[in-house]
């Protein structure tokens, strides 16, 4: 009754008169809180959707094809179907979370710009701020992929020096258990036979030379083989990291042909990489393992 009738035309007095709801710091209703506002039911429905083309100056014929193809049944029922899809999607993102806060926020400001407020601030106030929402972020900078790679490497690196120590290990003790089992005499043949090749095998590092350096393999193959492998290694590296597929959109309306390019590109290392970005580390960690493997 002591509504100001100079403020009839005022929504944000009329939005005062409601309870005022307890928002947290990034301005959303607190479950406890009243709700006073809120949009319980919205629906949107459409009857038929018809597009009718009227071609006023074309360059192709098939325009005159295409308004009549759209103006067919079938096409008439397609386009309802979507667009009652679409209305579908936006009253089921203005009945949730998203319009309730903003209807929440609007309560809570009113009262600050109704004129016959106790609560009226002058218009030139701050106004009411709320934290930003913290956005989940995967690191995804080249020095974040270098020290994954590392450490990939790092582990295999352990993983190889702890089987090959395990596999001398049970090798050592199976020797010495085999020697046990053996008679003096033979010791001593198996350790003569084993000086013997100890000793051939000198002779043959002190004579002989590299098959880079022998003079036995002609200079082509000594020098060709040795960049041969370096140009595998780096074609291998290339087909890893180049460009592996696009895919391109080739398309034709009314005649008119056009083309978009490159709308999804891929190649090995982007996949990779997207598996990082997605959060699939374990997939990462086996498909980089894998790849660091084949070189």
Same mark, same amino acid.
């Given at each position: 009754m002591n509504f100001p009738l100079e403020d009839m035309d005022n929504i944000d007095c009329w939005l005062a008169l409601m309870p005022v709801p307890s928002l947290d710091e990034y301005g959303i209703r607190l479950s406890e809180s009243v709700l006073s506002l809120a949009l319980n039911d919205l629906g949107i429905?459409?009857?038929?959707?018809?597009?009718?083309?009227?071609?006023?100056?074309?360059?192709?014929?098939?325009?005159?094809?295409?308004?009549?193809?759209?103006?067919?049944?079938?096409?008439v029922e397609d386009l309802t179907v979507i667009a009652n899809k679409?209305?579908?999607?936006?009253?089921?993102?203005?009945?949730?979370?998203?319009?309730?806060?903003?209807?929440?926020?609007?309560?809570?400001?009113?009262?600050?710009?109704?004129?016959?407020?106790?609560?009226?601030?002058?218009?030139?106030?701050?106004r009411v701020e709320y934290a930003q929402f913290e956005a989940i972020t995967t690191p995804t900078s080249p020095i974040t992929?270098?020290?994954?790679?590392?450490? =990939?490497? +790092?582990? /295999? @690196?352990i993983v190889s020096t702890l089987v090959y120590s395990v596999v001398k290990v049970i090798r050592s003790r199976r020797r010495?258990?085999?020697?046990?089992?053996?008679?003096?005499?033979?010791?001593?043949?198996?350790?003569?036979?084993?000086?013997e090749e100890d000793a051939l095998t000198r002779?043959?590092?002190?004579?002989?030379?590299s098959m880079f350096r022998s003079s036995s393999i002609p200079s082509v193959v000594r020098f060709l083989v040795p960049i041969v492998i370096l140009v595998n290694i780096g074609l291998f590296l290339s087909g890893h990291i180049s460009l592996g597929a696009s895919v391109d =959109?080739? +398309?034709? /309306? @009314?005649?008119?042909?056009?083309?978009?390019?490159?709308?999804?590109?891929?190649?090995?290392?982007?996949?990779?990489?997207?598996?990082?970005?997605?959060?699939?580390?374990v997939s990462f960690l086996i498909a980089a393992s894998c790849i660091l493997l084949q070189f």
């Open positions: 429905d459409i009857g038929e959707l018809r597009l009718e083309v009227d071609c006023i100056e074309c360059t192709s014929p098939k325009f005159i094809e295409l308004s009549t193809i759209l103006s067919s049944p079938e096409v679409a209305m579908s999607y936006v009253t089921d993102l203005l009945g949730g979370p998203f319009l309730q806060s903003y209807l929440d926020r609007a309560l809570v400001t009113s009262s600050r710009r109704c004129p016959h407020s106790p609560n009226f601030v002058a218009l030139d106030s701050p992929y270098m020290i994954v790679v590392g450490a =990939i490497i +790092a582990t /295999i @690196g010495k258990v085999w020697l046990a089992k053996l008679s003096k005499k033979k010791i001593r043949f198996y350790l003569s036979r084993q000086e002779d043959l590092n002190q004579g002989t030379r =959109i080739n +398309a034709q /309306i @009314g005649g008119e042909s056009f083309k978009v390019k490159e709308v999804f590109v891929f190649s090995m290392a982007e996949s990779v990489m997207d598996m990082w970005d997605a959060g699939a580390k």
